[in-house]
């Protein structure tokens, strides 16, 4: 996957973003982001920009910040170029859907899957401190 350009404008930037965050389809991020499947396609096709209320519900959908987005949708208000999506693992937004509180997996199940990987990435924890003091 490539990096967003200018020329590719908001509906390369979403295009990445959607598949990022791993959608099969526009539609299956337009379902989970509780917007008409129609407006994100136009979005992509960039015959429309989205609201800021639309920005503020894909945001956490895509697991992007709200300023990001908004840069990206509109670069000529606010005086910069479309940002290429952070580079983040596709599996880091799988597992916030996975262990959000609206996910489908039942509570104790989640709570399972998180004691895990918290035993799992602690020793990983110390080594990152230690990089970020030194």
Do not use: C
């Not at 208000?77 to 599996?91: D, K, Y």
Request: proline share 13%; glycine share 8%.
């Amino acid at each position: 996957m490539t990096p967003s350009t200018p020329e590719a404008g908001f509906g390369g930037y979403l295009k990445e973003a959607i598949q990022a965050a791993r959608f099969p389809t526009p539609t299956h991020f337009a379902r989970a982001a509780g917007t008409d499947p129609s407006v994100v396609l136009r979005w992509l096709s960039g015959e429309q920009r989205p609201t800021i209320r639309s920005i503020e519900r894909i945001a956490p959908v895509l697991g992007r910040g709200i300023n990001e987005i908004v840069v990206a949708a509109y670069p000529d208000r606010v005086g910069g170029p479309v940002p290429a999506p952070p580079v983040t693992p596709p599996i880091v937004h799988e597992l916030g859907r996975i262990l959000a509180p609206d996910s489908p997996i039942p509570e104790a199940d989640r709570k399972a899957l998180e004691a895990v990987l918290d035993r799992m990435l602690d020793p990983y924890r110390k080594v990152l401190r230690r990089r970020r003091s030194a």
